[in-house]
């Protein structure tokens, strides 16, 4: 099996649905721990999705233009003694995506991976 | 130290490890993005065991995937780099599915690796120059009967769980008590005596330190 490029895989899949439907906090924006417990939370996956998992995902997606990020300003986070927080966001590329994903699902059409 | 303390710097240092030599923004931007995470994890389910192993688990499953995007990061174009992607790529696969079905999950992941290790140790027989080839074929053959036996008792479990229970019992113990033994002893071993030579070196120091505050017998030594 080979994916399909542009194509979704499956968790991909599950962090566009997540974010949007579930609203994933201020101004749609989420942190990668959050996306992980709502994944869970919502069914998506059984346990907190894998560090390694999770960033190589949002890397990819990040760079294929479905996500956007931004650093939170560090005052922020000093000021609640935290590490600063990765905060990403679904662009209209990734909600163009997951909805040609949603529409090759229902069609019958196996999103995300082709024969080799 | 409590447990995912220890679970939170094990993570670090393993972040640390496989993000050295990228570029530096690359770099600092998944340590910074793995410590926020571990933070936040801690923050919202708190310091429990059951935080801890649920860390532990999350790093052991990304591990596949943490090396390929290493390998990605570095750009590496050499056959092995990619033949090693490629097999990452797999492990990585095969973390995602354990991730999305929990304790089973993991539990068929264990079996497949025991049957691949058996297959591995007995494919690699004619070319293995150790002379005791007859009970490495054994041991082989043991590792792909215990891997069966676990995956067996993975399925068996929800219609009879006793049966299955001691199926992958059987099929996991005698390794488990193997590493036990020549893993986790010698290393706990290790982990006393430098313990032990720690502690007894702060005392010769404090002894040390209480003979050079004799002029002053009145005074505590230590506040």
């Known amino acids: 099996m080979r994916r399909k490029p542009g194509a979704l895989l499956p968790l991909e899949v599950a962090i566009l649905r997540t974010a949007l439907t579930l609203g994933a906090g201020d101004e749609g924006e989420f942190h990668g721990y959050q996306i992980a417990s709502q994944l869970r939370d919502g069914g998506e996956s059984r346990t907190l999705t894998a560090h390694g998992t999770l960033y190589k995902a949002l890397t990819r997606m990040r760079k294929a233009g479905l996500l956007s990020d931004r650093w939170e300003d560090p005052d922020t986070a000093a000021a609640e003694e935290r590490p600063r927080r990765r905060l990403y966001s679904v662009t209209a590329q990734g909600v163009a995506a997951l909805r040609a994903s949603e529409r090759d699902q229902a069609t019958g059409f196996a999103p995300g991976v082709q024969p080799a | ?223």
């Open chain 2, 1 to 223: 130290m409590n447990a995912s303390r220890s679970v939170t710097s094990a993570v670090l240092a393993w972040t640390w490890f496989y993000t050295r030599g990228l570029n530096e923004a690359v770099r600092d931007a998944r340590r910074d993005e793995i410590a926020s995470d571990l933070f936040e994890q801690r923050a919202a389910e708190g310091d429990g065991r059951a935080v801890a192993a649920s860390m532990a688990l999350r790093w052991a499953l990304g591990v596949p995937a943490d090396l390929a995007w290493r390998i990605e990061e570095s750009g590496a174009q050499t056959a092995p780099g990619r033949m090693a992607a490629a097999v990452l790529a797999r492990g990585e696969a095969a973390g995602r599915w354990a991730s999305r079905r929990g304790l089973p999950g993991l539990t068929m992941v264990l079996a497949a690796l025991y049957g691949l290790g058996g297959a591995l140790v007995i494919i690699t027989l004619p070319v293995n120059n150790n002379p005791e080839r007859g009970g490495l074929a054994v041991f082989g053959a043991w590792l792909i009967v215990a891997g069966a036996l676990i995956a067996w008792g993975a399925r068996l479990v929800a219609g009879r769980p006793w049966a299955g229970m001691l199926a992958v019992f059987a099929g996991a113990a005698p390794l488990a008590i193997l590493l036990v033994v020549t893993v986790i002893v010698p290393v706990a071993t290790l982990v006393v005596l430098s313990h032990t030579v720690a502690r007894a070196r702060r005392v010769w120091r404090d002894r040390r330190h209480g003979g050079f505050a004799a002029p002053f017998p009145d005074l505590p030594s230590h506040p």
